[in-house]
């Protein structure tokens, strides 16, 4: 088995819960990731929503509903905001 540190890069999807630690998780990969997934169920759908659109620092790229055993689900995709405005200056 490897031997896995604090330092490691976690890839796929952030689950967001009632602790609250998804928004520490996507505040670490904001700084590394260019694109970053979150998914969410129940009223941590809301919660996930009201973080988002406080934060003017992301920028959101898509929405989406997904219908799951346990109800309805949120994935939302979403990257630093002046990340996105410095590759598109770079590209001009």
């Known amino acids: ?12 999807p952030i ?3 009632w602790d609250g630690k998804w928004k520490e998780e996507l505040d670490r990969r904001l700084e590394t ?4 997934t979150l ?11 009201r973080h988002l659109h406080r934060r003017k ?4 790229l898509k929405i989406e509903t997904r219908h799951m055993k346990k109800g309805m689900g ?12 410095t590759a598109k200056e770079k590209e001009a």
């Open 39 to 49: 998914t969410a169920l129940g009223g941590v759908k809301n919660e996930l929503l």
């Open 15 to 17: 689950l967001c819960a």
């Open 74 to 85: 949120l994935k939302v995709t979403v990257r630093d905001r002046k990340r996105a405005e």
């Open 57 to 60: 620092d992301i920028q959101t």
């Open 1 to 12: 088995m490897k031997n896995m540190n604090a330092e490691t890069k976690k890839k796929g």
């Open 33 to 36: 990731d260019e694109r970053i």
